[in-house]
């Protein structure tokens, strides 16, 4: 059999690998500017740009996104070629792919630092970007199955499986999600509402955790651990049964994000199953990695590479017990809105994709510039400086999110609530500050990381295009004798694709048209009315602001909740939310039934200067609110787009709209006037306190027996 000389594309792992390095400080960064902002409002610099609500999404967009993103695919573009015995499909779509990327990231922190967002956790970027987005992971898929078809080996390694089903899920994920209505370049809403988007949303988000931060980086965990330790993987069935029941289990377990919710209780239950049933195939795949290592232990102790990536896998072991145990509904009574869910999340974040992410970067950069790394020691003290940073930033917060749920849900023997919610903000700043010292270590390491790396490039000489050869892969794959099931599916790469597709499509699909098409799901309540046009605009301020970060609008049925807020939350209460605001942390209290709870006059001065209203508050003031003014051209716009998602305007009230909106404008401020402030009623201020008015307002005076219908 002839064999073939090739070349091995490094240059697009290089630049990967650049990227990494960039966006790990500045996405951490903005994460430590959004830690202090928690217990130092006056970092903010009265600047709308650094506060909290729009610091804290680009953090996580460029954690998940730049700094991961480019993890995965750094990763995947060394190893696929490796495993495929051939260079990657086009160098041209390599360059695009690398580019594109770049650009989505620095547009996105842009455009978020700005102030347009949609409002959904982990998928704040607007309409055009979301197009991009998708060109690009297009772009990414062909150069991905190019390579694989055209590969020199017939067996597609597990490693790509990973690749293949990530690949496929994200994109079906991102599509779905991204369903939107635009009203201008950077303002759309979405196309779902209140139940249904919570329940499209949650889907994305927990599985964009899952097939973003998981399964693309078990595929690097079971190419780069058995290269780092020298040995094979512990079990190629074990392998299958990970990957399988993985990808077809982890779909389903959205809804756990949404327990005790107003989402239908047969969907939050189907939630809870699924979700423990993924401890089996994520400890199986936990454990395959570990046991991979047995034998050479003596080489961990040695090897920082190895170090890192046993960390990594442990914390990925934790996580993927922890988040299960989260969704017992027991359990999420307790760690929902706290602090608890902060703390595991960046278990995963800092020691899955971080630890893993080190690791790799360890391994990789001595192979292609072809020399061995500068200092073992100086890896070492990152790896150690790195895990106490991980132990200081969770630990605080695990305490911080059980004293959060004990304060909030403790009574006085008269049966009243015995804390404030703001002392049960001010009792954990210790915690956060605590946590913000971890951050600020475990960025330091990566800084230590970087230097190593660079010292390392400096001593080897960089192989663009590495050599190798390797027989071409016969036009017919031929087999020998009896051959295992799995084989078959293995040598076909669009079969795997299809198949993976069929098993990650069958749990979406199954809880969303239930849910969309059964009336009973989201009863409707006749008292429910739409937002006036004034309320829209200081709704979307309130979105801008990212104030979903901090303050969620969802009462559970809980009796201190209850007994704090007022009555429980419905399901028909927000079928006129594009998107829903049920938020997912509360810093603040929940806002739910806020409307009419204050004069206009308290909302006036505690956006202008949270702590005049409530000493010891750590929001930050929004000066930019009164300065200002209300675009009323758009008005009639955004009562068009939302006409088109079913909002019941009448017929030609867009031309009336801006009438209604300076009507009640004029109101508030001569409400102000009466509290002696004075104020145009042309400032974004008076929208947003005609929003935070409006909060609750429309099932306060009905009957709870009459609310649904």
């Given at each position: 059999m002839q064999v073939e000389k090739f070349y091995y594309d490094n240059k697009t792992v290089k630049w990967f690998a650049y990227a990494v390095l960039f966006w790990c400080i500045v996405g951490m960064l903005a994460g430590l500017w959004a830690s202090i902002a928690l217990f130092y409002p006056k970092i903010n610099l009265g600047l709308p740009a650094t506060t909290f609500g729009r610091m804290r999404p680009v953090h996580t967009n460029a954690v998940i996104f730049a700094f991961v993103g480019n993890g995965i695919f750094m990763g995947v573009y060394y190893s696929l070629q490796r495993l495929c015995k051939a260079r990657m499909f086009s160098d041209l779509l390599s360059k695009i792919h690398f580019w594109g990327w770049q650009a989505i990231i620095v547009v996105g922190a842009i455009s978020l630092w700005a102030g347009a967002t949609t409002g959904k956790e982990y998928a704040?970027?607007?309409?055009?970007?979301?197009?991009?987005?998708?060109?690009?992971?297009?772009?990414?898929?062909?150069?991905?199955?190019?390579?694989?078809?055209?590969?020199?080996?017939?067996h597609l390694y597990v490693a790509i499986w990973f690749y293949i089903a990530t690949w496929?899920?994200?994109?079906?994920?991102?599509?779905?999600?991204?369903?939107?209505?635009?009203?201008?370049?950077?303002?759309?809403?979405?196309?779902?509402?209140?139940v249904q988007d919570a329940l499209v949303q949650w889907w994305y988000g927990h599985n964009a955790v899952a097939f973003f931060l998981t399964t693309p980086y078990l595929g690097l965990m079971y190419y780069f651990l058995p290269k780092a330790a020298n040995r094979p993987v512990y079990s190629y069935r074990l392998s299958i049964i990970h990957f399988w029941a993985l990808i077809f289990i982890y779909i389903w377990a959205g809804p756990h994000h949404l327990l005790y919710t107003s989402l239908p209780d047969w969907a939050q239950s189907l939630g809870v199953v699924f979700s423990i049933m993924l401890i089996a195939p994520s400890w199986g795949g936990m454990l395959n990695g570990l046991f991979t290592l047995r034998g050479a232990w003596d080489k961990v102790r040695e090897d920082?590479?190895?170090?890192?990536?046993?960390?990594?896998?442990?914390?990925?072991?934790?996580?993927?017990?922890?988040?299960?145990?989260?969704?017992?509904?027991?359990?999420?009574?307790?760690?929902?809105f706290t602090d608890w869910t902060i703390a595991h999340v960046h278990i995963g974040a800092l020691g899955w994709n971080g630890f893993l992410t080190f690791g790799i970067l360890y391994w990789l950069i001595p192979k292609m510039w072809g020399?061995?790394?500068?200092?073992k020691k100086l890896a070492g003290t990152h790896f150690w400086i790195g895990t106490i940073g991980i132990i200081l930033y969770a630990l605080p917060l695990y305490w911080a999110g059980f004293a959060q749920s004990m304060m909030w849900k403790t009574f006085t023997e008269e049966g009243q609530l015995k804390f404030q919610f703001l002392e049960t903000v001010t009792h954990i700043i210790p915690m956060y500050v605590t946590r913000s010292?971890?951050?600020?270590?475990y960025i330091g390491s990566a800084f230590i990381m970087i230097y190593n790396l660079r010292k390392t490039i400096q001593q080897g000489s960089f192989m663009a295009n590495e050599a190798a050869e390797a027989p071409a892969l016969p036009k017919q794959i031929l087999t020998h004798g009896k051959e295992y099931w799995h084989r078959w599916i293995e040598k076909r790469p669009m079969q795997m694709l299809v198949f993976s597709l069929i098993a990650v499509a069958i749990g979406g699909i199954l809880e969303m048209i239930p849910t969309f098409l059964v009336k009973?799901?989201?009863?409707?309540?006749?008292?429910?009315?739409?937002?006036?046009?004034?309320?829209?605009y200081g709704r979307d301020i309130y979105v801008r602001e990212g104030c979903y970060t901090c303050h969620s609008q969802m009462i559970r049925p809980f009796r201190d909740e209850v007994a704090r807020y007022g009555e429980y939350s419905k399901a028909g209460e927000f079928v006129y939310d594009h998107p829903f605001q049920w938020g997912s942390k509360r810093t603040g209290p929940d806002l739910a039934r806020e409307g009419g709870k204050y004069p206009d006059s308290w909302h006036y001065n505690h956006m202008l200067d949270p702590q005049s209203m409530s000493p010891g508050s750590i929001m930050p003031s929004y000066d930019w609110l009164f300065e200002n003014n209300i675009d009323t051209t758009s008005t009639g716009a955004k009562i068009r787009a939302m006409q088109t998602l079913g909002v019941p305007y009448p017929a030609g009230y867009d031309s009336q709209a801006n009438k209604a909106l300076l009507e009640q404008a004029s109101s508030i401020s001569t409400s102000l006037k009466a509290d002696k402030i004075q104020t145009k009623h042309t400032k974004e201020i008076i929208a947003l306190i005609a929003y935070l008015q409006r909060l609750g307002k429309d099932i306060k005076s009905v009957p709870i027996a009459e609310t649904v219908k």
């Open positions: 704040e970027l607007e309409w055009p970007i979301d197009i991009a987005i998708t060109i690009v992971w297009v772009v990414f898929g062909i150069n991905i199955f190019g390579t694989i078809l055209k590969r020199r080996e017939s496929v899920t994200v994109a079906m994920l991102h599509i779905v999600n991204s369903f939107e209505l635009p009203v201008s370049l950077f303002k759309s809403y979405s196309w779902y509402a209140g920082p590479v190895l170090k890192f990536l046993v960390v990594a896998i442990t914390c990925y072991g934790m996580a993927t017990f922890e988040g299960p145990m989260l969704s017992l509904k027991n359990v999420n009574a307790i760690s929902h020399t061995t790394l500068y200092s010292i971890g951050g600020t270590l009973s799901n989201v009863p409707t309540i006749s008292s429910v009315k739409p937002y006036t046009p004034l309320e829209l």
